[in-house]
């Protein structure tokens, strides 16, 4: 959600956006769902693993949810580390309604983060 919002929000002649986890999980249909209701398509991306290389070499790295930030690899000292200790929507239970309901909340906060980087 955080890489449709940054590529739809952020200037691209200012921003490279690359989005990748210490794990691979695939594409949450629930995300790709409250997405589309915002309309945002997200339907093409795919979850993918930490490229060192151009981790190590990025200006601003964002960590999402409790544990990404103690899982990620050391950021380099001249970069600027942000986190946003996030609830993960996809650990969300209760009826189908009550997770996507999760999953909105989630992806408004993330909506609204992503506009204050600007």
Request: net charge negative; charged share 25%; proline share 4%.
């Given at each position: 959600m955080a890489e449709g919002y940054a590529k739809k929000i952020l200037p691209a002649n200012k921003f490279k956006i690359?989005?990748?986890?210490?794990?691979?999980?695939?594409?949450?249909?629930?995300?790709v769902k409250v997405m589309a209701e915002d309309g945002v398509d997200i339907s093409k991306q795919y979850s993918k693993l930490i490229d060192l290389q151009y981790f190590n070499m990025a200006d601003v790295i964002i960590?999402?949810?409790?544990?990404?930030?103690?899982?990620?690899?050391?950021?380099?000292?001249?970069?600027?580390?942000?986190?946003?200790s996030l609830l993960d929507?996809?650990?969300?239970?209760?009826?189908?309604?009550?997770?996507?309901e999760g999953f909105r909340n989630i992806r408004d906060e993330i909506k609204k983060l992503i506009t204050e980087l600007i």
């Amino acid at each position: 959600m955080a890489e449709g919002y940054a590529k739809k929000i952020l200037p691209a002649n200012k921003f490279k956006i690359e989005s990748a986890g210490v794990e691979t999980h695939g594409l949450n249909p629930m995300a790709v769902k409250v997405m589309a209701e915002d309309g945002v398509d997200i339907s093409k991306q795919y979850s993918k693993l930490i490229d060192l290389q151009y981790f190590n070499m990025a200006d601003v790295i964002i960590t999402l949810c409790g544990d990404a930030r103690d899982k990620c690899p050391m950021i380099p000292a001249q970069t600027k580390s942000i986190h946003w200790s996030l609830l993960d929507p996809a650990q969300a239970t209760g009826t189908f309604e009550e997770r996507l309901e999760g999953f909105r909340n989630i992806r408004d906060e993330i909506k609204k983060l992503i506009t204050e980087l600007i």
